[in-house]
Every structure is written in structure tokens, then in C-alpha cells.
């Protein structure tokens, strides 16, 4: 009897001291593993070709016209020709375009076109523009395009100067003087305005499409914007899906005229350089 019990309270021991000892060795496993499984993905770069989208073109009415009323003597609109921004799209590694307010050398509010790659950095540009000023900035940019006013699409005298050729490579010194000009006057405003090339493509796309007009705008929070509408060789708005299906191809629509939304803003979506 005394050895049964004996080796009943070994093996209790037995049993328990393997327990106590498992336990042991278990746990340092789970604590090595857990910051591994907690540890962040990477964050996605919100420089993305899929940025911007069609809006209705009566929220469009509704931001250009609040802008202008608050801003009546104030440039309303850029336009670029479709080469243009085909050639800015061409580039390697071309996520999108940057719109970024400048002042040109005379003063006058302009916008400059820099193409981004998918973290928001400048592509390169053509070095030749910049020998003359033996500059290093060396990126792609691109001129003001035809300004609003004087320039609008409804009260030009010859249409015809909203074609597709206009627009222009600038070096890079230029693009940086005009764009910092613009900061320095205006500090803390409104600095940039992001598309993706998708949202191009389907400004480009529309039938007859010349180029693209780029209008300030107010949205419904009172910020400042810009909505993309491409226009004809006429100046004139070009329909929606909508207006297409339902049989208008000849003239400008009144309302149901294709526009592209404001994109990513800077402040505070900037890009790094």
C-alpha cells in the first residue's frame, strides 16, 4: 500500500511539474510573434493614377460661379491643349499631373503643369531648358496656357486660338520662380491641385475634344478648387455620357457637360519636392 501510494503521488508530481513546464515554454513563443503580427503595412501613396472623377456638371455651375462671384475681377481659367498634356502623359513613369499656382515674370495668377511619378516626385525634364540659366532643377514642367481673362472661351474673337497646341515645355528654373512667387504672396493658400492620368484620359477621350480648360472654383465648404472640362475646337463645353446617349452631338450643352472633380489639394496633400 505505501509504495501504491507512493507512486500515485509521483505521478501527480509527474503530471504537474509537465504541465508547469509546458506552460513555460509556450509562452515566450506567443510574445516573440505578437509585434511581428501588429507591426503597419506600408501606406499607399495618394499619387495614384486613379485620382479625380466625373462630377455633375451642376455642381460645376454651382463651384465656378461662387468663385467668380467672390472673385469678380480674378483669372477664372487655364486652358492646355490636348498635345500638350499627351506629352506630359507620355512620360515614363507618369502617374498624373500637378496643377501648381504660380505668378509669372508680369504678375498674373498662372498655372504650371509638373507630371508626378506614383510617390509624387517630378519627372525629369529636358536639361537644354535650363543651360541658359546653368539651373539643376532639370524637371518637366509646362507654361500658363491661354488665362481667363482676357482669354475666355465665350468672348474670344477667334476661336481658333483654343487649339490643341497650346501649351509649352518651360524649364524648370521658370516653373520654380513663378510657383514660388505665388507661395510667398500667398502663404497660406491653396498651392496645388493633383490628377490622376486616368482622369485625363477621359477628359482627352471625350469626342472632339481640343483641350482642357482648368476653372477656379469654391466647393460647397468654401475652398478653394479647380474642376477640369474639356472644350472643342469652338471653346465650347463637350456633353456627358448622358447628353450623348440622348442624341446631342451638335452644340454646346447648357447643363450634361462632361467635368472632372478637384482632385487631390495642397495643403495638405503635397508632394515631397
Same mark, same amino acid.
Given at each position: ?6 507512486? !500515485? ?10 504541465v ?5 515554454v509556450s ?8 509585434p511581428?503580427a #501588429? ?14 472623377? #466625373? ?13 467668380q462671384?467672390?472673385?469678380?475681377s480674378?483669372? !477664372?481659367s ?6 500638350v ?17 504660380g505668378?509669372?515674370?508680369a504678375g ?7 507630371? =508626378? ?6 519627372l525629369?525634364?529636358?536639361a537644354?531648358?535650363? #543651360?541658359?540659366?546653368?539651373s539643376?532643377?532639370? $524637371?518637366?514642367?509646362v507654361?500658363?496656357?491661354?488665362i ?12 481658333? =486660338?483654343?487649339?490643341?497646341?497650346v ?10 520662380r ?8 500667398n ?7 493633383f490628377f490622376?492620368?486616368?482622369? $485625363? ?11 482642357v ?7 460647397d465648404?468654401g475652398?478653394q478648387?479647380?474642376?477640369l ?7 465650347e ?5 448622358? #447628353?450623348?446617349?440622348a442624341g ?5 450643352p447648357?447643363?450634361g457637360f ?16
Open positions: 500500500m505505501y509504495i501504491n501510494r507512493f507512486e !500515485r503521488w509521483a505521478l501527480i508530481c509527474f503530471l504537474v511539474a509537465a508547469d513546464g509546458c506552460t513555460k509562452t515566450p513563443d506567443i510574445e516573440e510573434d505578437t511581428e #501588429a507591426s503597419p503595412g506600408t501606406v499607399p501613396s495618394p499619387f495614384h493614377r486613379a485620382v479625380g472623377a #466625373a462630377i455633375p456638371s451642376e455642381i460645376t455651375l454651382q463651384w465656378t460661379e461662387a468663385y462671384r467672390r472673385y469678380p480674378e483669372v !477664372r487655364h486652358f492646355f491643349g490636348r498635345d498634356l499627351e506629352l506630359l502623359l507620355s512620360l515614363p513613369d507618369c502617374e498624373g499631373i500637378s496643377l501648381q499656382r505668378l509669372n515674370d498674373e495668377a498662372v498655372l504650371v503643369l509638373v507630371p =508626378l511619378d506614383h510617390e509624387g516626385r517630378r525629369p525634364g529636358d537644354s531648358l535650363d #543651360a541658359v540659366t546653368n539643376t532643377t532639370g $524637371f518637366f514642367s507654361d500658363s496656357g491661354i481667363c481673362p482676357p482669354n475666355c472661351p465665350k468672348e474670344l474673337s477667334d476661336a481658333s =486660338l483654343l487649339n490643341r497646341t501649351g509649352a515645355p518651360i524649364s524648370g528654373s521658370t516653373a520654380l513663378w510657383v514660388d512667387a505665388y507661395q510667398k504672396r502663404p497660406g493658400e491653396v498651392r496645388s491641385h490622376g492620368r486616368d482622369a $485625363f484620359d477621359a477628359l482627352l477621350s471625350r469626342p472632339g475634344c481640343e483641350g480648360s482648368m476653372q477656379r472654383a469654391i466647393d465648404k475652398r478648387t479647380l474642376v472640362v474639356p472644350l472643342d475646337r469652338k471653346g463645353l463637350l456633353p456627358d455620357d448622358e #447628353a450623348l446617349a446631342l452631338v451638335d452644340g454646346e447648357e447643363t462632361f467635368t472632372v472633380d478637384t482632385g487631390l489639394v495642397c495643403p495638405p496633400h503635397c508632394p515631397p519636392n
